[in-house]
């Protein structure tokens, strides 16, 4: 089993920047790839960014491409998702992910473990 636990919403200004943490904890040495998700009530759950623990290789939704930035530190076992110039429309609820293999993949149900998500709110 694998536990997530995230920290690190909270509400800013447009153009503002916030940092999420995700902390794993448990069976993390099988936590191949770590993703972050986010969803706003009434739609799907929406892919946001993913690293693969191993390389380090790191991949974004176009929408955050340049905004955002996933990172992992091994000791702990902690990803970021550092959000720079956030907009109104970044307003979520932000989930980290995990899943077993070291292949980034931007379907939710490929993800076996769940955080119980941060709120983000972007104000204009």
């Known amino acids: 089993q694998v536990q997530l636990v995230e920290s690190g919403g909270g509400l800013v200004q447009a153009g503002g920047s916030l940092r999420l943490s995700c902390a794993a904890s448990?069976?993390?040495?099988?936590?191949?790839?770590m993703g972050w998700f986010r969803q706003v009530p009434g739609k799907e759950r929406e892919f946001v960014a993913a690293?693969?623990?191993?390389?380090?290789?790191?991949y974004y939704a176009d929408s955050v491409k340049g905004r955002f930035t996933i990172t992992r530190d091994k000791a702990p076992n902690t990803v970021y998702l550092q959000m720079n110039s956030l907009k109104p429309e970044d307003t979520a609820t932000y989930y980290c992910?995990?899943?077993?293999?070291?292949?980034?993949?931007?379907?939710?149900?490929?993800?076996?473990?769940w955080g119980q998500g941060t709120q983000v709110t972007v104000s204009s």
């Open positions: 992910a995990a899943r077993m293999r070291p292949a980034v993949s931007v379907l939710p149900y490929e993800y076996g473990y």
């Open positions: 448990g069976r993390t040495f099988g936590t191949n790839t």
């Open positions: 690293i693969i623990w191993s390389t380090n290789s790191t």
